[in-house]
């Protein structure tokens, strides 16, 4: 029984310390990261664009969306609050050159994480480059540990890009 005891509080020391070197190492990260990627998808510019702005239809392809709610829709500009995986998360989005270039922001300070994605989309023959730079914020140093070395701050934007790359395809 002793032993046992015994070993139950070292397991939870250890666990303690891990969780203390990792915001320790968490805080000496910055809060702000830059993560970018791009992607070939087989569809034209216009049909990419359409996917982006089409956002009610995005719980059908993107993983680990499960429902969209636009808040606000105007000329080259939406809110909309997402559900899923990750929560609910409120974007505001901004179509800067027409087919073309998109900011997408996270509009809710309250997060633990924030940032924009800068969307760009360059034709190239029959298909469209699909670029996506993220500006990032992770807040509490716990998350910046677990985002830069667990997670890894591109996950999302990959996710994005193998799933409008499938959406493109028509699959």
Do not use: C
């Amino acid at each position: 029984m002793k032993t046992a005891l015994l070993m139950v509080a070292w397991t939870i020391g250890a666990l303690v310390a891990l969780g203390l070197l990792a915001w320790l190492a968490g805080s000496a990260l910055p809060a702000e990261h830059v993560s970018e990627a791009k992607r070939l998808l087989p569809a034209p510019a216009e049909r990419v664009a359409h996917l982006i702005r089409d956002v009610e239809a995005q719980p059908r392809w993107r993983t680990g969306v499960t429902g969209i709610e636009v808040l606000q829709r105007g000329e080259g500009s939406w809110r909309y609050r997402e559900s899923g995986k990750n929560g609910v998360i409120t974007f505001a989005v901004s179509e800067l050159d027409p087919g073309k270039r998109f900011e997408s922001r996270i509009d809710d300070e309250t997060l633990p994480f924030g940032g924009r994605w800068i969307i760009t989309l360059h034709p190239e023959g029959g298909a469209t480059r699909l670029r996506i730079r993220e500006e990032g914020i992770v807040r509490p140093p716990l998350f910046r540990f677990l985002s830069r070395f667990v997670f890894g701050h591109g996950t999302t934007i990959r996710s994005y890009l193998d799933d409008a790359a499938r959406a493109a395809e028509g699959r």
